[in-house]
């Protein structure tokens, strides 16, 4: 599942109605759980009380520095903060060992991604990152994430996804190719 943004009183009540149908069931956490630090970590510390296994990647929301979190962290060092608290509760993160999904279907390596998105997806008529944000600023449809979210230390959003794609690909290399994976990001 994805997208909770338990900010949303509604959505709030949907997630903590969410029960495993048995003692062995997994929830993988895509991604945008919430904006603050508090309620990402609320909200998988409930989930991992009634799952087995919870693997969690992080969405762009999770790493918004909003003013009005207390915890204010930006870029890696809010990612990483949120590894940390996430390995507290026994949430399995994109910097943690890949699991294998022994149940139904497996086995199978389950492979938690954090790669960011670096603008390599555009309108035809945009060919650079630079023509994208002009159209999307003429548009009035600028990604909220060009405000909020922070590449530090890294001196743009792109270099830190190309950092993450980087680690991903190696560590990638390294699994038992005779084993299925299941790639999962936001």
Do not use: K
Request: charged residues 25%; hydrophobic residues 40%; proline residues 8%.
């Amino acid at each position: 599942m994805s997208d909770l943004q338990v900010s949303h009183p509604a959505n709030r009540e949907v997630v903590e109605a969410i029960r495993p149908t048995s003692e062995d069931d997994w929830l993988i956490v895509a991604g945008d759980v919430a904006e603050t630090v508090a309620d990402v970590l609320e909200t998988l510390a409930m989930l991992r009380r009634r799952f087995a296994t919870v693997v969690w990647v992080p969405g762009n929301h999770e790493l918004w520095a909003h003013g009005s979190d207390p915890v204010q962290l930006r870029g890696e060092h809010r990612y990483r903060y949120l590894v940390d608290a996430c390995r507290d509760l026994g949430v399995l993160t994109p910097e943690d060992e890949y699991p294998v999904w022994d149940g139904p279907g497996g086995p199978a390596v389950v492979v938690p991604l954090f790669v960011l998105y670096d603008y390599s997806f555009r309108t035809p008529t945009a060919h650079t990152l630079e023509e994208s944000l002009a159209q999307a600023y003429r548009a009035g449809v600028v990604c909220t994430d060009e405000h909020m979210l922070h590449p530090d230390p890294y001196p743009s959003r792109q270099a830190w996804c190309e950092a993450r794609v980087a680690e991903s690909e190696r560590r990638l290399a390294t699994l038992d190719p005779a084993l299925p994976t299941v790639l999962v990001n936001h």
